[in-house]
T-cell receptor, first 116, second 111 residues
Framework: GAVVSQHPSRVICKSGTSVKIECRSL??????MFWYRQFPKKSLMLMAT?????????EQGVEKDKFLINHASLTLSTLTVTSAHPEDSSFYIC????????????FGPGTRLTVL | DAKTTQPPSMDCAEGRAANLPCNHS???????VYWYRQIHSQGPQYIIH???NNETNEMASLIITEDRKSSTLILPHATLRDTAVYYC????????????FGAGTRLFVKA
């Protein structure tokens, strides 16, 4: 299957700082990428859908000014957690799809964010 | 909201078949049944999907009832490495779909 990578795999930052997480499709072009957040022992929660070259679509209750998403190329989407606080500590997972006809969805390995 | 209902947890003996049920009584005609699993602290891994026919691949088999209101994922010979959370998801297969995860089933494979 296709490979999706995330960087960094884990990050620790101080409260009030901003953190950028990268999601890359390594061997295919992803017209659409998704960002999920997962708290311990909970399921994945969809945060937003990111389409290349256009603004992301955020799910209800997700602050777009807090979680900035940029999908500038067909292989890269970034999620920036702005002015991070301890409650933003979570496991962030991206996924990507090709956009060609019947699509499958490939998930990245996740990024563990800890805000002190 | 997720459109599926799964038992929160199941146990299975190593080497035995693991049968994971899923109810999706409101599934639409153009929605597929997908199964993913998530091993601790990793991203979800695709397992299998189907529309109405039973499907089999190197990982598992998927049995979908004739009315499509429920399905069963079968791991024929479970190993300790199959311990994970298994998610059953229904969605369309193209055209701007979103994958919404429910609570899933936590499968414990025991030696």
């Amino acid at each position: 299957g296709a490979v999706v990578s995330q960087h960094p795999s884990r990050v620790i930052c101080k409260s009030g700082t901003s953190v950028k997480i990268e999601c890359r499709s390594l061997d295919f072009q992803a017209t659409t990428m998704f960002w999920y957040r997962q708290f311990p022992k909970k399921s994945l929660m969809l945060m937003a859908t990111s389409n290349e070259g256009s603004k992301a679509t955020y799910e209800q209750g997700v602050e777009k000014d807090k979680f900035l998403i940029n999908h500038a190329s067909l292989t890269l989407s970034t999620l920036t957690v702005t002015s991070a606080h301890p409650e933003d500590s979570s496991f962030y997972i991206c996924s990507a799809m090709t956009g060609k006809g019947a699509d499958e969805q490939f998930f990245g390995p996740g990024t563990r964010l800890t805000v002190l | 909201d997720a459109k599926t209902t799964q038992p929160p947890s199941m146990d299975c003996a190593e080497g035995r078949a693991a049968n994971l049920p899923c109810n999706h009584s409101t599934i639409s005609g153009n929605e597929y049944v997908y199964w993913y699993r998530q091993i601790h602290s990793q991203g979800p891994q695709y397992i299998i999907h189907g529309l109405k026919n039973n499907e089999t691949n190197e990982m598992a088999s998927l049995i979908i009832t004739e009315d499509r209101k429920s399905s069963t994922l079968i791991l024929p010979h479970a190993t300790l490495r199959d311990t994970a959370v298994y998610y059953c998801i229904v969605r369309v297969r193209s055209g701007g779909f979103k994958t919404i995860f429910g609570a899933g089933t936590r499968l414990f494979v025991k030696a």
